[in-house]
């Protein structure tokens, strides 16, 4: 297992486009978290499975940022009618148990809406 | 609400040590970790205290106060390579992290 891998690294839209990213965690791992991350800032809290089940949302997620984590794997975070305020990197992590052996993060998405 | 605090910035040089800290107001708790991030890349895991005391692993430590809310992260024979950003964050009870904005480390010759 080479940990969790996001796709693309870089993705540059036009605003009011449709976007979507892929997470594939490590596969022992059962919670699978999206993060989005702004220069300067620590990780903001997105949404999280637990396994195929998506158990929180934060405010942050309006209804253009959908989620799904079909089958307990992999995951996609779609964002709709992109705005320039979405331009951020996206992270996504995953972990074991409840995750007291910490997050191990991918690499991230850098969106950049133009 | 559910706070985490780090300076923003801090300036070392190399083979000197130096100590980040982070106080939290959160939830419950259930654990602290420091990450290391360098700019354009994810955080990397770097250490885990859940009780009081001092973790060491190598150049670097992590201290925790339960009482006091407060953990540092000491770094010992600094390094260029160790300029990045340190992110403090805590598992609260609900066994979400919440992160601090981060300490951006600068490391001079």
């Known amino acids: 297992d080479t940990g969790v891998s996001q796709d693309p690294r870089h993705k540059i839209t036009k605003r009011g486009q449709n976007v979507t990213f892929r997470c594939d965690p490590i596969?022992?791992?059962?919670?699978l978290y999206w993060y989005r991350q702004t220069l300067g800032q620590g990780p903001e809290f997105l949404t999280y499975?637990?396994?195929?089940?998506?158990?929180?949302k934060s405010r942050l997620l309006s209804d253009r940022f959908s989620a799904e984590r079909p089958k307990g794997s992999f995951s996609t975070l779609e964002i709709q009618r992109t705005e320039q305020g979405d331009s951020a990197m996206y992270l996504c992590?995953?972990?074991?148990?409840?995750?007291?052996?910490?997050?191990?993060f991918g690499s991230g998405t850098r969106l950049t809406v133009v | 609400g559910q706070n985490i605090d780090q300076p923003t910035e801090m300036t070392a040089t190399e083979g000197a040590i130096v100590q980040i800290n982070c106080t939290y107001q959160t939830s419950g708790f259930n654990g602290l970790f420091w990450y290391q991030q360098h700019a354009g890349e994810a955080p990397t895991f770097l250490s885990y205290?859940?009780l009081d005391g001092l973790e060491e692993k190598g150049r670097f430590s992590s201290f925790l106060s339960r009482s006091k809310g407060y953990s540092y992260l000491l770094l010992k024979e600094l390094q260029m390579k160790d300029s990045a950003s340190y992110l403090c964050a805590v598992l609260d009870s609900n066994y979400q992290l919440i992160w601090g904005a981060g300490t951006k480390l600068i490391i001079k010759p």
């Open positions: 499975f637990q396994n195929e089940a998506q158990l929180e």
């Open positions: 596969s022992e791992h059962n919670r």
């Open positions: 205290n859940v």
């Open positions: 992590a995953s972990s074991l148990g409840q995750g007291q052996s910490g997050y191990t």
